[in-house]
Structure formats: structure tokens, C-alpha cells
């Protein structure tokens, strides 16, 4: 408690100096003053007391285990061993076990193995995945290029798994891992002792999608890093898609990948001025100043305890000139609260997007004070107001996805948010032309509020196209590692509400139905990053999922759904090798070649330095030749990004006239994908009608009789769509880099 103390007066006196001006009286600029607080609050992160500083509590215990008495104790060598998995010291690790259980009494040696066996599976991954990565490398079910070459790390996990399940053989965490250490062999299911088989872990779903390929390596877009967030959209108004990518550490870098319009992408990171602007759970793009450029909103501290999360966010102006400026300071948004989720919209319908942020409370016992959601209206003049108390929607809770949709259509956008503490929050927009809005709690009225589930993503999307929002948000509600959750799938013993995917119908009448079972969505996923894209341009909205949590016994895939016709959904993961077991984070839906297909982005690597991966690209063949539309709104009375604005989109497919509807955002709450609003018709050949509701002005246009396969720039109250014409892009790959020499010594 001494230490939260002094870390919250180290953290208001930060604030102090800034609101009383000392950045202008030192001649730095709002950008140069926010290098050198996250700077300053990366060092001070540095302590015994940061759950998520691994490597300064493994340099403590080195030092203890250099006094004499200490050099053999068990409890410095357990811990030890954990801390060297946690910072990618796998052989160490490894090492230190094998002393530790030379030195401790049976019952010690058999709750250790399970630590042990992870090591070794972690020994694995390091010298196949990540040294010598490949497209297919972890790549669920594994085979073809994602079996391990260098099979020391998974034959000795196999080992103790194999002696862990002699004596506990309904250990299905176990269970679980050892199936996956012989698909890293390529001895799955053969191989697998008839006992300890989960069957048809590598079966196809009955309803198959064409493969994906990742090509992030051969483009120079695998970051190797953490959690982190990513924007898929066009910076530098050239009508090509950059990607932006950042990390949750105070030391991770941010991204800046230009696209270089001819298929490859160079990175402007330095050049944009993005160096040592670090950190970042998430991020979001966004127009707030209405000058047609698109800024980048930065969410730091989320899941940092002890007040390491009270680190400030930040709003990136975009120049215009291929660099950004920090403005939080001068913006009024410096605030310092842990948080990776919010969104932006026009809550009073005043033609500028104001923000709300939701934030992470426990009760204040251990996240550094009481954090409460903030909601900043614009003040048209690059400033903003926090209103949250006198609009009613000042939150206080664990909050980890909040979303905004009018989902009553009543012309006023609504919010949606979802929490750790298991409470979800529908506030209604009670409709306040240019002032102060004012939300009212509809939760219990909704039918939303007998969910107590804790959850993680979330986002409104019109799944059944049938004109009305509806919901999804992801269960992560876990008391052990994902590991035992998927294998208890596998052998037909589901855990209830075990991550998967709450969906929730919009009943058009301010009510919501619980459609989850009927959808075919009570899967194991365990979300932490999601989005929502169409892979096949049939007009149905899919999904895909990042998964996983900090313990590195969680090693579960990523998933991607497929919309059946606004009826259910599919599980395609198997078929379209998008399961991906590292941690998933931040997604992007994005038709980055400009063919009218979507790929999808994926932000990779887990809380920890020793969990670090590398992103990617998944790359999609084309899932048949349907057509689509690409729009991009830009406002006049409406916000300039037109975020909030409705589409719909009718058509007529095989004689059936029907409607897509689609609203201008980015999608989930954790991964951004372009605003240009990507638009599957189907097998239509024509678009009979492009009706667009613009956000805050209420204006009203239809466009009539339009030919697919095209990008077009609609300005508010202009009835002449400007055709984008944009070059088809095939991605050129890299050539590939030697392998790395394999880390072998000590694991004999």
C-alpha cells in the first residue's frame, strides 16, 4: 500500500506540472512533452510492484540466489523458472526446472510439471514459430510448413505430459496441450496414445471456406511484438489502405506502414513522427477537427494494476503531411486512467465527433484510485469537455468494450458496454440538439441486464439485415487457462458460457432476445480482439476473433465465423487457416489490393515480452465471384468522416430483392478497419438503391441504378458519386530471410 501511495502522488504531481503550464515555460511542444512523460512513466513502471514487469522482478531474483543460503532454495528457483518463460528465456527456464526438481518432495515435483511441461512447449514454439516463421507456423490444426523442424521443446513436453496424465487422466488442460504437441510432430491423431486422444481436433467444419495465406513476413508487416491495437485506413488521402500498429507497453513502439500503391508497403514510423510515441493497447482513427485528415487515438493502462495503469491516452493530430502531432494536452484530453476501449461519435448531433472512454475500476483496491468513464464533447475549436456527470453516463466499473449505434433508430446514437465485473450498460440517447447529451439506463428494459457474464469485445452490427442494430459481446469469464476449456470441448464436456460469443436480435422494440445457442455461437472462443468484415461479399456480416489471456497455458485458436444468411453462423477456422494459437489482439477487415476482397489484419503477442509474435496479414484467394460496392462518405453538416452516417444498400439477387445495412465506424471495440465502407451485393448485377442517412444533420439521399464493383466518394447533399479509381494491387513479397540458428543447448 506504501508503494500505490507514492506511485499516485508521483502520478498527480505529474498532472499538476502539466495543467500548470511548466511544458510552455521549458519550451516543449504538446508532442515533445508527451515523448518525455511516456518516457518518464516507462522508468517509473520499472519496479518490483508492476505485475507486468517481469524482467526487473527476475533481475531481483538472480540477486537473492547469489547469496550463499539462497543459491538452491526452491522457492527462488520456481520462481525463477516462471519469470525466465515470462521474459523468452525458454532454455533457462527449462534449465532452472530441471535443478528445481533435482531439489523438492514428490507432492513439490507434481505441481510443478505442468510448469515444466510448458516450457518445453514454449522451447518449441520460440525455435520453429517465431525463429524460423513461416505462413503456416501455429496455424491450427498444425501441418505442412507449421510442423516443427526442430522437435526437442515438444518431444519433452510429450514426455511429461504423457507421466501427468498416467496419474491425473482427466486433467483435460493437459489433455489439451499434449494433443497439440503431437500435431507440432506431425503425429496427430496416430500418434497420440489412445488414452489421451482428443479426437478430431483436425477435422474440417461442414461448412468450408477457401484458405487463407498469411503474407505479413514477405510484406515486412510482422511486427514482432505484444498486445497491441491496429488501423487498416488511408492516412495520406491517396485512396490507398495503410496499416498503423501499436503495442501495450510503455517501451513498445507504434507503426507506420505507408502503402506504396505497386503491392508492398515501406515503413514511415520515424518519419511521421511517431518515434517514441509508445504504448497503446488499442487504437483508433479518427477526424475530430473535421479538416479531412485522419488522427489516431492511442488507449494506454488497461489491466495494469497498483496504479501502473494511470498512464495518459493520446490524440494524434494527422498534419497532412505524412506526420502526426500529439495534441492531448492542448486537446483537454490529458487524463490518466487505465483504459484500452472507447468510441467516437456525435452525441449531440452537432456535426463534430465527440468521444467516450471507458476505464477500468475494481472498487479502487488495486488499480490506483476509482476510474470512472469520461464522455468529451467537442468544442469546435480542437478542445473537449468532459460532460460524463451531467449526461448521465458516468460509469464507474471494469470496463472492457463499449460501442455506439442508434439502436432504436431514433436518429440519436446509443452506447453499449461491456465489463469485466460482469454488469452490461445500454444508455439511451434522450435526444439534446447541440447541447449536453443525456443517457438514460436502458439495460434492464433492453432484456440485456440478466447477463452477468464478465466480458471483454463488443460491438453493434445489423447481423439478420434486417435494419434494426444488434449486439454481440464476447464472454471471458475464465477461472483456469483457455487450455482446459478447449480441451473440454474436444471431449464433448462444454463448460457453460465458456468464451463464447453472446449475440444479441434487436427486437425493434428497445428489447434484445438472446439468440447465442440458435446461432450456433456457444463455441469456445475467449475473445480479447475482434472485428466483423463480409470474406465473401454475400451481404452477411462475418466475424473474426483473437484469443487467449496471459497465461501461456492458454493456447487456443483464433476463430473465424461465417454468417449463414442472418441465421447462424459457421465455424470455418479449420478450412480457412486463420487459427492462429498465439494471443490475438487488435483485427482489421480491410480490401487492401483493391479487388472488392477483404483480408484480415491481426495485431499478434500476448501481455508479456516472452509472449511477443509476430502480426498477421491473412490473406484471402476470393470466396467465389460475388460483387460489392465501396463507398466512402465525407460530410458537410454530418461529421466530415461521416462516423454514425446509416447505408443501406438494396439489390436484387437470383429474382429476390433484398437489403445490406451498414453503418460508417470501424467496427469492433478492439481493432479498427477502414472507414471506406466495403459492401457485398452478391450474385446482383446492379444496385437498384444506395439510401444514406447522414449522422447529426439527418439528411436524407438516395442514389439509384448503380453498377457494382467500384469505389465511390459520396459527399453530403452532392447526387453525383465520384468514381475512386483505384489500381488493383497483388502483393510482392519480400525475399526470405536466412533461418536463425535453432536454440538447442541445454534441453537434452
Given at each position: 500500500m506504501k508503494f500505490k501511495r507514492q506511485y499516485l502522488i508521483i502520478g498527480g504531481a505529474i498532472i499538476l506540472l502539466l495543467t500548470c503550464?511548466?511544458?510552455?515555460?521549458?519550451?516543449?511542444?504538446?508532442?515533445?512533452?508527451?515523448?518525455?512523460?511516456?518516457?518518464?512513466?516507462?522508468?517509473?513502471?520499472?519496479?518490483?510492484?508492476?505485475?507486468?514487469?517481469?524482467?526487473?522482478?527476475?533481475?531481483?531474483?538472480?540477486?537473492?540466489?547469489?547469496?550463499?543460503?539462497?543459491?538452491?532454495?526452491?522457492?527462488?528457483?520456481?520462481?525463477?523458472?516462471?519469470?525466465?518463460?515470462?521474459?523468452?528465456?525458454?532454455?533457462?527456464?527449462?534449465?532452472?526446472?530441471?535443478?528445481?526438481?533435482?531439489?523438492?518432495?514428490?507432492?513439490?515435483?507434481?505441481?510443478?510439471?505442468?510448469?515444466?511441461?510448458?516450457?518445453?512447449?514454449?522451447?518449441?514454439?520460440?525455435?520453429?514459430?517465431?525463429?524460423?516463421?513461416?505462413?503456416?507456423?501455429?496455424?491450427?490444426?498444425?501441418?505442412?510448413?507449421?510442423?516443427?523442424?526442430?522437435?526437442?521443446?515438444?518431444?519433452?513436453?510429450?514426455?511429461?505430459?504423457?507421466?501427468?496424465?498416467t496419474a491425473h487422466p482427466e486433467d483435460l488442460e493437459s489433455k489439451w496441450l499434449l494433443n497439440i504437441a503431437f500435431m507440432t510432430l506431425g503425429q496427430y491423431p496416430k500418434g497420440v496414445p489412445q488414452q489421451f486422444l482428443i479426437p478430431g481436433l483436425d477435422s474440417d467444419t461442414a461448412y468450408k471456406v477457401k484458405p487463407f495465406t498469411d503474407m505479413a513476413a514477405g510484406l515486412g508487416l510482422d511486427i514482432n511484438g505484444r498486445a497491441g491495437g491496429v488501423i487498416v485506413d488511408d492516412f495520406n488521402n491517396d485512396g490507398y489502405l495503410d496499416i498503423v500498429t501499436s503495442g501495450w507497453g510503455l517501451d513498445d513502439p507504434m507503426h507506420y506502414f505507408q502503402n506504396n500503391k505497386d503491392g508492398t508497403f515501406t515503413d514511415r514510423t520515424e518519419q511521421s513522427g511517431l518515434n517514441g510515441i509508445t504504448g497503446g493497447l488499442n487504437i483508433q482513427q479518427v477526424d475530430y477537427n473535421n479538416d479531412g485528415n485522419l488522427d489516431i487515438f492511442v488507449l494506454r493502462g488497461a489491466w495494469n494494476q497498483d496504479g501502473f495503469g494511470n498512464q495518459p491516452s493520446s490524440l494524434l493530430r494527422n498534419n497532412g503531411d505524412g506526420t502526426f502531432t500529439d495534441v492531448t494536452i492542448p486537446s483537454g484530453l490529458l487524463f490518466f486512467q487505465p483504459t484500452q476501449t472507447a468510441v467516437w461519435a456525435d452525441f449531440n448531433n452537432d456535426g463534430w465527433l465527440d468521444v467516450f472512454v471507458g476505464t477500468e475500476?475494481?472498487?479502487?483496491?488495486?488499480?490506483?484510485?476509482?476510474?470512472?468513464?469520461?464522455?468529451?464533447?467537442?468544442?469546435?475549436?480542437?478542445?473537449?469537455?468532459?460532460?460524463?456527470?451531467?449526461?448521465?453516463?458516468?460509469?464507474?466499473?471494469?470496463?472492457?468494450?463499449?460501442?455506439?449505434?442508434?439502436?432504436?433508430?431514433?436518429?440519436?446514437?446509443?452506447?453499449?458496454?461491456?465489463?469485466?465485473?460482469?454488469?452490461?450498460?445500454?444508455?439511451?440517447?434522450?435526444?439534446?440538439?447541440?447541447?449536453?447529451?443525456?443517457?438514460?439506463?436502458?439495460?434492464?428494459?433492453?432484456?440485456?441486464?440478466?447477463?452477468?457474464?464478465?466480458?471483454?469485445?463488443?460491438?453493434f452490427f445489423d447481423y439478420n439485415n434486417d435494419g434494426w442494430p444488434d449486439i454481440m459481446v464476447a464472454d471471458y469469464n475464465f477461472g483456469r487457462s483457455l487450455a482446459y476449456y478447449a480441451g473440454a470441448e474436444g471431449m464433448k464436456r462444454p463448460v457453460p458460457n465458456a468464451g463464447n460469443i453472446f449475440l444479441y436480435r434487436n427486437n425493434r422494440d428497445g428489447t434484445f432476445t438472446n439468440v447465442t445457442k440458435e446461432a450456433g455461437l456457444d463455441k469456445v472462443v475467449y475473445s480479447m480482439g475482434a472485428n466483423f468484415g463480409d470474406i465473401d461479399n454475400d451481404g452477411w456480416p462475418d466475424m473474426y476473433f483473437g484469443t487467449g489471456n496471459p497465461d501461456f497455458k492458454s493456447l487456443v485458436p483464433n476463430k473465424l465465423f461465417k454468417n449463414i444468411d442472418g441465421k447462424r453462423f459457421a465455424d470455418v477456422t479449420t478450412s480457412s487457416r486463420t487459427g492462429n494459437l498465439q494471443k490475438g489482439h487488435g483485427v482489421a477487415f480491410a480490401d487492401i489490393r483493391n479487388t472488392g476482397i477483404q483480408d484480415i489484419f491481426i495485431e499478434m503477442g500476448g501481455a508479456y515480452r516472452g509472449d511477443s509474435y509476430t502480426s498477421s496479414l491473412y490473406v484471402n484467394p476470393g470466396q467465389g465471384n460475388n460483387n460489392w460496392i465501396g463507398l466512402k462518405l465525407e460530410g458537410v453538416k454530418a461529421n466530415k468522416a461521416a462516423i454514425g452516417s446509416r447505408i443501406k444498400v438494396t439489390f436484387t439477387e437470383n429474382g429476390v430483392q433484398r437489403s445490406v445495412y451498414k453503418d460508417v465506424n470501424s467496427g469492433g471495440s478492439f481493432g479498427s478497419s477502414p472507414l471506406r465502407q466495403e459492401i457485398g451485393i452478391g450474385q446482383a448485377k446492379s444496385i437498384d438503391e444506395i439510401e444514406i442517412k447522414w449522422a447529426g444533420s439527418g439528411t436524407v439521399q438516395y442514389f439509384k441504378n448503380i453498377a457494382p464493383n467500384r469505389f465511390l466518394h459520396i459527399t453530403e447533399g452532392n447526387q453525383q458519386p465520384?468514381?475512386?479509381?483505384?489500381?488493383?494491387?497483388?502483393?510482392?513479397?519480400?525475399?526470405?530471410?536466412?533461418?536463425?540458428?535453432?536454440?538447442?543447448?541445454g534441453t537434452n
Open positions: 503550464g511548466l511544458v510552455a515555460e521549458y519550451h516543449q511542444s504538446s508532442h515533445e512533452a508527451m515523448i518525455a512523460l511516456l518516457s518518464d512513466m516507462n522508468k517509473r513502471n520499472n519496479s518490483l510492484g508492476n505485475g507486468f514487469n517481469p524482467e526487473v522482478k527476475l533481475a531481483h531474483v538472480d540477486s537473492l540466489l547469489k547469496i550463499k543460503d539462497n543459491e538452491h532454495d526452491p522457492g527462488l528457483l520456481n520462481a525463477k523458472a516462471a519469470l525466465s518463460l515470462k521474459v523468452g528465456k525458454e532454455e533457462e527456464s527449462v534449465a532452472t526446472y530441471k535443478d528445481l526438481l533435482t531439489r523438492v518432495d514428490y507432492m513439490s515435483m507434481e505441481r510443478t510439471m505442468p510448469d515444466v511441461a510448458i516450457a518445453y512447449m514454449r522451447l518449441g514454439e520460440r525455435n520453429n514459430c517465431m525463429l524460423n516463421h513461416n505462413g503456416s507456423s501455429c496455424i491450427f490444426p498444425i501441418k505442412d510448413g507449421g510442423v516443427h523442424k526442430i522437435q526437442t521443446g515438444s518431444k519433452k513436453a510429450i514426455e511429461v505430459y504423457e507421466g501427468i496424465l475500476d475494481s472498487g479502487g483496491h488495486d488499480t490506483g484510485g476509482t476510474h470512472t468513464c469520461m464522455l468529451y464533447m467537442n468544442n469546435h475549436d480542437g478542445t473537449f469537455t468532459n460532460v460524463a456527470v451531467e449526461a448521465h453516463c458516468d460509469i464507474t466499473d471494469f470496463v472492457k468494450g463499449v460501442a455506439s449505434a442508434d439502436y432504436n433508430n431514433d436518429g440519436w446514437p446509443d452506447i453499449f458496454i461491456s465489463t469485466m465485473s460482469g454488469k452490461k450498460y445500454l444508455l439511451k440517447n434522450k435526444a439534446k440538439p447541440g447541447a449536453t447529451p443525456d443517457f438514460e439506463d436502458v439495460t434492464a428494459k433492453s432484456g440485456i441486464d440478466n447477463n452477468r457474464e464478465r466480458t471483454f469485445t463488443t460491438w465520384e468514381i475512386i479509381h483505384l489500381a488493383k494491387l497483388t502483393y510482392k513479397q519480400k525475399p526470405k530471410a536466412p533461418m536463425s540458428m535453432p536454440m538447442m543447448t
